[in-house]
């Protein structure tokens, strides 16, 4: 089973200028981990994740390690207000992973789980042409599964 077979085409997207403010509503309203930034003509440009958003609220593991650092929880709350007021250029991963649509679903699975990601965009060189997400693999294996068991 390919990546094309199983992959979501309904997608959201944001903009490099689009307002932090818009992403975080949208990430909550939707339910999602990561969205796809695009420019024009769906050329992806990069990937802006929860991650992403949470990143700047807590001191780097080097802080921590060289002890420098302790995690304030009100002090990092209020960092909050400061990531809403940006943009998606501002945080964003600009180098993007992605899987074509004719790789096997058990292979892009690999590349997700190795990568520690929930879901990847699928594309055709730069342009987007979907999404990908484990949950989207693991029905897909279910099915076949059940297709198997019951004929």
Known sequence: MLVEDVMSTSLKTVTPDTPMAQVVSMMCLYRLSGIPVVEDDNKLVGFISERDVLGPMFPKIEEMMDGMATVNMTSALGKYSD??????????????????PDLEILKAAAKMVGNKFRRIPVAVGDRLIGMLSLGDVHKSIYLEHVKIKMG
């Open 83 to 100: 990531v809403v007021g940006m943009t998606v250029a501002d945080l964003m991963t600009k180098s993007v992973i992605t899987v074509s």
